[in-house]
């Protein structure tokens, strides 16, 4: 199946996974350079997930979000999929346009008011969700939804502190970490 990027990045030479993983991270360097060797691991790791995810289902990683909240929420308008993927509703409404253009995602009105339109799963949809074996997250949501809060809570605050003194802008808060790396 044909990935559904048509800018999809060149394929990356498969790497030797090193006997100690840790070794890198660990070696004598100041500590700029350690968080920044961290950041490379983190990042590799949700980039080589996203390209298998996509070589399995044929899906991008946001798509496969969308279709995994359609299937446990049949019927969810276009504002509560957004809200439930934590991205903006224009994000979502171009995601959707694509999922439906695909023969993924269907639209109905809704009943008792014409005016909400509600967004279903179709059997094409459903069954590229079946290459995966449970609802699709993401490998870096999911570990830090396993995190302990105070952790979670430390963390947070470091990475404040470090966009503070980037001094960037946050608006990319709200778009699918998939579409941008």
Do not use: W
């Amino acid at each position: 199946m044909t990935p559904t990027n048509s800018l999809a990045r060149p394929k990356r030479r498969a790497r030797a996974t090193p006997t100690c993983p840790s070794q890198p991270l660990n070696e004598p360097v100041d500590p700029a350079t350690q968080a920044l060797r961290r950041f490379r691991v983190i990042f590799d790791s949700v980039r080589t997930h996203f390209q298998q995810v996509e070589k399995l289902t044929g899906a991008g990683a946001a798509q496969l979000r969308a279709l995994s909240i359609l299937r446990e929420r049949p019927g969810i308008r276009l504002s509560e999929l957004a809200q439930a993927m934590d991205v903006h509703q224009s994000t979502t409404s171009n995601l959707v346009k694509t999922l439906i253009e695909r023969g993924l995602v269907s639209t109905a009105r809704d009943e008792v008011d014409r005016r909400v339109l509600r967004l279903r799963l179709l059997p094409a949809g459903a069954r590229v969700l079946q290459r995966l074996r449970a609802p699709y997250i993401g490998v870096l949501p999911k570990a830090l939804g396993n995190l302990p809060p105070a952790t979670l809570q430390r963390l947070n605050a470091d990475l404040d502190t470090l966009i503070a003194t980037m001094h960037i802008d946050t608006a990319a808060a709200m778009t699918p970490l998939a579409e941008q790396l």
